[in-house]
């Protein structure tokens, strides 16, 4: 009877009725599933079900419910597609510190599940033709923290570096940042709240005193209060209406799935630039990308970076291409992500616990092939993970696999090809990411085949960029890419007709596809609230309901079911009594 009740739980609501009994709860529920639960029995699932039992009476769909017929809300036309990009002095963007040597874009990282990485920029970023880079060796990089307000038994020192953004072509600036500082913090406990400061004490330059509280430990019975996804932000006004929107939601763990600045983008498409940089640039056979923006973006996330853990993952806005050949360097130096912590040799691609979540994070701009370097450390972190501790397991990247826009169509299908039946037999629940302008969320799938065990896939590429929302489908008449047309800045390109009906033959559909759940253009960001080992609520919040009450784009239960879905990895190791990590 108990798998019966975890099946119903999403369409019951609670009826406290003592009428007939004082031990006794009644559940009202669909005629076929009514019935009465003891409460001695009640009490010995509550754990588990409690959280739908009180929100059931919302009348949430669940994945159990699917596949669902597709579904499309249109761009509202009475909605701008985009805004322009803040200028460089404004308020949330300028430097505040009375003073250079005081710790600014303060950002807070998870490491492992008693470590937290404090990152912050001191000194001047220096542009123009030549440029000097500052001495890190020079100041110190210094954390202060403890459980109490202004008392701070703990320290920790890290270190600091700089780094250079050159263009050697007439009319373009170089660029040389500030000091850069990454500090690991350690021996901390689970789900409790610290206050720190940072910075250098011997000047003294240390920041106000900032809080944050750490994540549960991982368990299959704690998990963080809410977990906030987003992607492709920028610097424009909707960025300000996603993250204003998004810390009113009181994450505990932020996800961004790549292209965060857009400073590729600012001296031509942003700001007051060239319209046309080729145009403007004809000897430059790299497009400059406008590093100040780095700093103002800092400078805008630091409320939120400073007191919330923030995750990160690379996107094709991250490349910036130097002359030199260098690429990734402003976020290879800015970010500090638990690559070494979780076996990887590489800041593109990492993996985490939050609680009883493992979240992989996987690089759609390094090599993926099955014989690469992160497809072995895939396979091998993939291999470690112990359902019973995390039963949830996350993926994302910045481009989707799946999609049914005419921006990026089936851009990454290489990558797909090579790492989708890695994470479908180890059972992945939910795969987010971004690239796309628009939300988007999957039936149940894998290799394009509508699957209840395949993963959820979700496309939250609508931070609010310079480029403008994306409306056209391709599926729309006229709107259908060639196949030449979505190709990655690096790796290969992949296109293929489907081989079944309806679209047998067909590079797109002349409908949604099926495997197309729902999908919007709008602006927006995801809430993940996991509920327990087998339930998490997944609600996405569009911009334009802000100041709307309970008002959102999409909701519904995700819905695990690992008695169906058992990982033929997980089943091959029971056999062999391999036991796995904790």
Known sequence: MLDTIRNSLHACRPNWNQRDNPWTIYLTMPPSTSFIIPTPLLMLIAVTTMPFLLAAGESIPTTLDGPFKPLTRRFDPSLRRGSGDLPIDHPRLRKRNVSSDLPEQIALALSTPSSIWVSWVTGDAVVGKYVKPLDATLVSSEVWYGKEKGKYPLKKKGNATVYSQLYPFDGLLNYTSGIIHHVLIDGLEPETKYYYRCGDSSVPAMSDEISFETLPLPSKDSYPHRIAFVGDLGLTSNTTTTIDHLMDNDPSLVVI?????????????????????????????????????????????????????????????????????????????????????????SNFYY???????????????????????????????????????????????????YNSYSSHYQEFECMRQEMEELLYQHRVDIIFAGHVHAYERMNRI?????????????????????????????????????????????????????????????????????????????????????????????????????????????????????????????????????????
């Open 257 to 345: 799935v790549g292209d965060l600045t857009y400073a590729n983008q600012y001296r031509t498409t942003g700001g007051k630039g060239a319209s046309c940089f080729s145009c403007s640039f004809p000897d430059a056979p790299i497009r400059e990308t406008y590093q100040p923006r780095w700093d103002a973006w800092g400078r805008f996330m630091e409320p939120l970076t400073s007191k919330v853990p923030t995750m990160v993952i690379e996107g094709n806005h991250e490349i910036e291409p130097q002359a030199s050949g260098v690429t990734f360097r402003s976020y290879s130096e800015r970010f500090a992500v638990p690559a070494s912590e979780s076996g990887s040799n």
């Open 351 to 401: 993996s985490f616990d939050a609680g009883g979540v493992h979240f992989v994070m996987l690089g759609a701009y390094v090599d993926y092939n099955q014989t690469g370097a992160q497809y072995a450390w895939l396979k091998e972190d993939l291999s470690k993970v112990d359902r019973a501790v995390t039963p949830w397991l996350v993926a994302t990247m910045h481009p989707p696999w």
């Open 446 to 582: 894998y290799n394009y085949t509508l699957d209840p065990c395949g993963a959820v896939y979700i496309t939250i590429g609508d931070g609010g960029n310079i480029e403008k929302v994306d409306v056209d489908f391709a599926d729309d008449p006229g709107k259908c890419p060639s196949p030449g047309d979505n190709v990655p800045e690096i790796g290969g390109s992949c296109p293929l007709n489907f081989t079944s009906a309806p679209a047998k033959d067909k590079f797109c559909w002349d409908r949604q596809p099926d495997w197309s759940a729902f999908r919007e253009s709008s602006f927006g960001h995801g809430i993940l609230e996991v509920m327990n080992s087998t339930y998490a609520l997944w609600t996405w919040h569009r911009n334009q309901d802000v100041y709307k009450d309970d008002s959102y784009g999409d909701q519904i239960y995700i819905v695990r079911q690992p008695n169906l879905c058992i990982s033929p990895a997980t089943s091959r190791r029971r056999k062999r009594g391999i036991r796995l990590r904790k």
